[in-house]
């Protein structure tokens, strides 16, 4: 038997050109007759983030409703699935990628029909973030920003009402943030800031639970500036307008202690 340079028999080199091709076009055809793979439909793709949005697969849910958005631009579905990529973010806790998203789609999508629901949650994005009094309140007073747009630009949406009481929420901590800082340098005795403090939580908070405190807090100060007849008028003030307080009692109590 011939055999070629290599030492192949020249029979098996041929069957292995012949039989080589035919396994290649073999593979190539079913390759190119193939069928080629739909993409999902954005209902299907919707309905699939959902179920693992609610079985809290967040990251799965965040992917379904990302195709939607990328794939089916036109979809009716597109702006509720641009929503819900936000809202996997917030259940999952993650406020600031989830801010991203609400403020995204506020600026696509200003008067959508959920616009005031996304309004909602960019709000509450902020509100589950604040921090104790004591800390820093940057995200009480975004959060009370924010709910005052939502009752400014959908005063009939179903959640205003609700907005309304959490923004007074935020108002109150605000107020109980400048009374904390007062106290504070009352007690190093920076008698100067302490009042400026004070005196702004009286004219930018006058409606919070907190105003009978800084009005005492107030009247004391003057005590101890050696202004006894503002401390009467201060006093006099808060037993007056606040006689069912604590403080109210007090400055009463305060006020009879000054006649005798």
């Known amino acids: 038997m011939r055999s070629n340079a290599l ?55 965040r ?12 979809s009716t579905l597109a702006p509720k699935a641009r929503f819900l990529v936000g809202e996997a973010y917030y259940r999952e806790g993650e406020f600031e990628q989830a801010i991203k998203e609400f403020d995204a789609f506020l600026s696509f999508y200003p008067r959508h029909e959920i616009a005031d629901l996304v309004q909602y949650r960019l709000a509450m994005s902020y509100y589950d973030q604040m921090k104790p009094v004591e800390q820093d309140q940057s995200a009480a ?8 747009k939502l009752v400014r630009e959908y005063p009939d949406s179903r959640y205003a009402s609700e907005a309304l009481a959490k923004a007074d929420v935020c108002r109150g901590r605000l107020a109980q943030k400048e009374l904390w800082v007062a106290s504070y340098y009352l007690n190093l ?7 400026q403090r004070l005196e702004f939580l009286l004219k930018e908070y006058p409606r919070t639970l907190v105003i009978p405190e800084a009005l005492f807090r107030l009247g004391e100060l003057q005590v101890r500036e050696g202004q006894p007849r503002d401390a009467q008028a201060t006093f006099r003030r808060l037993a007056d307008e606040y006689p069912y307080t604590e403080w109210g009692r007090r400055a009463a109590q305060r006020l009879r202690t000054a006649t005798r």
């Open 7 to 61: 030492g192949v028999p020249s029979v098996l080199l041929v069957w292995l050109l012949v039989g080589g091709c035919s396994w290649a076009s073999d593979t190539l055809g079913s390759l190119f007759t193939q069928a080629p793979q739909a993409l999902p439909s954005a209902a299907e793709l919707y309905q699939q983030g959902e179920t693992d949005l609610n079985r809290r697969r967040y990251g799965d849910a």
């Open 63 to 74: 992917a379904a409703f990302l195709k939607i958005v990328e794939r089916h631009p036109q």
């Open 141 to 148: 007073n975004k959060a009370m920003v924010e709910f005052r």
């Open 189 to 195: 005795g920076n008698l100067v800031a302490a009042r």
